[in-house]
């Protein structure tokens, strides 16, 4: 068992701006999508969810590649619920510039701005702005490091392999208040856990199948690498799919068969298995990684894990390809609504 | 499972049992690598676990993840164990030394996977499974393909012991009769129906794509799910 969460609760939204469809289950177009995602955050804020989180992907299915500009939209209309990125793809994106997006959003937003980072599931982005897989451990520590060193503000001095040195380089924007918060996404690999510890930023365990419970070594291992470290403890959350409806079997209805599809799309290029509704009445069970039902199953399940897990902060990663934008909007509101303040009521 | 289990349903274990268990060398400290330590622990085998340099650096992840496991230099490692297990990227496989491993048993839980791992230049031969592309760089070894097909974020939570109704099969394949049985052996004790599949190149169907990865299936419609599939035919898949 890890020790109790000693940072406030936060509760949070992902997306990864798949392509919404309409009432005819016909696909919108990119920028409609996007600008959907724009009404969801908005609304996210309205119903009282405390983060709002995009993750970056190039692909026809996900075409949320800039989710800082998307973020800025955001903020601009809203002036509470924090926003960030749900991963960032750092291996094959320039933590100069990553920095400098991400502390604009900072200011365009009072003060709101998040960055989770990570190596990145797919390959999309490292075709696409020139990087070479056989790189990815190198890029990914280089880069996790330098992007430590921009955090603190101040001039910078760094040199490595993968990208040109820093010599007493000041970067601009210059933070209000101080570092804004920063994340490494974890996956299940122990070395980036250890990394997050080294370089300061918070642990972001990614649970997409399994156990979550699985994960709660992770957790043990953080505290204890930053305890080895001589750190202060930095907090744990945990970003998993899920879809909340009026009840459970509604919420199943409409997640399943976009879920199965979904999986079958990727599983074409992939070669794995598609998953039979059998396994994913598992996931969606105490003992696996979906959060899809009513309220009251969703918000249960979550508690029951940040204390297993250790953790202080959920992100739930709404949306699954092809799901309506109404539908989508129906679960944020009961999110924010439901599921959110029962979640509090249930760990306090 | 455990021998005292066995005891109390009558089989007395043999007195060599554990001793006779050969060491198990987990190269790699990565997603897999921990995993496979634990599980072969719990099944009553002596672990090393080593990543590519210097021991200390992978102390805490085998302390925190792999309580019991000793953390060494590969060669430590390799040296006094009877089965090896390589947990490493595909990628990284070039640059581990064919030397290291002459002699030994070696587990091949690596899958070629191009589109989540890009493409790599020594691998990219469709006319042979990737294990026997690890058998014909690792000349001086016997190479057994398994492990590959199951996530290893299921690896602990689907083990079940012998005869239970919803035991999970794993397929062993490999060109050396004898090392596919000491393999399958480590796969029965871990928790799992070992299915051995004469050959390497069968092996292929272990493989992405191929009609068992990543689903759960018992030993009978495991086997079935082979016989299904010609091998011979899956050489532009």
């Not at chain 1, 490494?184 to 070395?191: E, R």
């Not at chain 1, 409806?245 to 979904?262: C, G, K, L, V």
């Not at chain 2, 496989?93 to 002699?103: H, I, K, Q, S, V």
């Not at chain 2, 062993?172 to 049985?181: C, F, K, L, T, Y």
């Amino acid at each position: 068992m890890t020790t109790a969460p000693a940072f406030p609760l936060v509760l949070g939204l992902d997306t990864f701006g798949d392509v919404t469809h309409d009432a005819d289950d016909r696909p919108l177009s990119h920028a409609r999508t996007i600008r959907d995602i724009v009404e969801q955050g908005v609304l996210a804020d309205q119903v009282g969810v405390d983060f709002f989180g995009i993750g970056e992907h190039h692909t026809d299915d996900f075409p949320l590649s800039a989710a800082d500009v998307v973020l800025g939209a955001i903020a601009a209309r809203t002036s509470r619920i924090r926003l960030g990125s749900a991963v960032t793809v750092l291996s094959s994106d320039d933590p100069v510039r990553v920095f400098q997006r991400y502390s604009t959003l900072d200011a365009v937003s009072g003060g709101r701005a998040e960055v989770i980072l990570g190596r990145g599931s797919s390959i999309d982005s490292f075709p696409l702005f020139g990087y070479d897989l056989a790189d990815y451990e190198q890029l990914f520590e280089e880069k996790a490091q330098l992007f430590a060193e921009l955090r603190k503000g101040g001039p910078v001095t760094w040199k490595g392999t993968m990208r040109a040195a820093l010599h007493e380089q000041d970067v601009v924007p210059h933070t209000e208040s101080g570092p804004f918060p920063a994340w490494i996404g974890v996956g299940g690999n122990p070395q980036s856990v250890i990394r997050a510890a080294r370089y300061d930023y918070g642990l972001m365990l990614a649970i997409i199948g399994g156990s979550p419970a699985r994960f709660a070594p992770f957790s043990r291992l953080f505290h204890q690498a930053l305890t080895q470290l001589g750190k202060d403890p930095l907090p744990i959350g945990v970003h998993s799919p899920g879809h909340v409806a009026a009840t459970d079997e509604q919420a199943r209805e409409e997640f399943f068969p976009r879920y199965q599809e979904m999986i079958r799309r990727v599983a074409r290029t992939r070669g794995f298995a598609v998953p039979t509704r059998e396994s994913f009445l598992r996931e969606v069970g105490p003992h696996g990684a979906l959060y899809v039902g009513s309220p009251e199953t969703v918000a249960r399940k979550i508690a029951a894990n940040l204390v297993v897990l250790g953790a202080n902060r959920f992100e739930m990663k709404y949306g699954m390809g092809g799901l309506s934008h109404e539908a989508l909007m129906t679960g944020i509101e009961l999110y924010g609504t439901r599921v959110v303040p029962r979640v509090r009521e249930l760990l306090s | 499972m455990r021998d005292d289990d066995l005891a109390a349903a009558g089989v007395a274990p043999a007195a060599t049992t554990l001793s006779s268990r050969p060491r198990v060398a987990v190269l790699g400290a990565g997603h897999t690598g921990p995993v496979i330590a634990r599980v072969a622990m719990a099944a009553g085998y002596p672990v090393t676990i080593a990543a590519s340099g210097d021991p200390a650096n992978i102390a805490l992840i085998t302390d925190v993840l792999a309580p019991g496991a000793e953390a060494r230099w590969a060669a430590d490692a390799v040296a006094d164990a009877g089965i090896v297990v390589l947990a490493i990227p595909l990628h990284r496989f070039p640059d581990l030394d064919p030397a290291l491993l002459a002699g030994r048993l070696v587990v091949d839980t690596m899958n070629y996977w191009p589109p989540v791992d890009g493409v790599q230049e020594m691998f990219d031969d469709p006319a042979y499974g990737s294990s026997e592309i690890v058998q014909r760089r690792l000349a001086r070894s016997r190479v057994v393909k398994t492990l590959n097909h199951i996530g290893y974020h299921e690896l602990e939570d689907d083990r079940r012991p012998p005869g239970a109704p919803d035991r999970r099969a794993l397929g062993v394949a490999g060109d050396d009769p004898a090392a596919v049985r000491t393999v399958a052996d480590l796969i029965e004790r871990i928790g799992y129906d070992a299915v051995p599949l004469d050959g390497l190149r069968v092996g292929r169907l272990l493989q992405p794509g191929g009609p068992v990865f990543g689903v759960s299936l018992g030993r009978t419609e495991f086997t079935r799910a082979l016989a299904r599939t010609d091998h011979t035919d899956r050489g532009s898949s």
